[in-house]
């Protein structure tokens, strides 16, 4: 019942932008922290970003910092993640994610609920 759905991949030029969405439903959306996890080709699935249920508090990988924005509309019950200045290295699978604790989490396993991932693909 519960689903989280990525939208917005794609295929940008080094140093374009992407924003990526994630639309939940069939949960009480306010009531989960939300995060952005990726998998680079050959790497571990990886934290990118978090944002807690009123969106008052966010929290970043060191490697997207500066670069990246989390922000989430929760009458929409939808996530962002905004991608500036994006770099191959960046290249991923996105995944939306949530958990029902009341901070920020950067550990997978406390995420219960995750999309299916959205291809982002940055050429040099």
């Known amino acids: 019942q519960v689903q989280l759905v990525e939208s917005g991949g794609g295929l940008v030029q080094a140093g374009g932008s992407l924003r990526l969405a994630c639309a939940a439903s069939?949960?009480?959306?306010?009531?989960?922290?939300m995060g952005w996890f990726r998998r680079a080709p050959g790497k571990d699935r990886e934290f990118v970003a978090a944002?807690?249920?009123?969106?008052?508090?966010?929290y970043y990988a060191d490697s997207v910092k500066g670069r990246f924005t989390i922000s989430r509309d929760n009458a929409k019950s939808t996530v962002y993640l905004q991608m500036n200045s994006l770099k191959p290295e960046d290249t991923a699978v996105y995944y939306c994610?949530?958990?029902?604790?009341?901070?920020?989490?950067?550990?997978?396993?406390?995420?219960?609920?995750w999309g299916r991932g959205t291809q982002v693909s940055v050429s040099s």
């Open positions: 069939g949960l009480t959306f306010s009531a989960y922290t």
């Open positions: 944002i807690a249920r009123s969106g008052d508090n966010t």
């Open positions: 994610a949530a958990s029902p604790i009341s901070f920020y989490t950067t550990q997978a396993n406390r995420y219960r609920y």
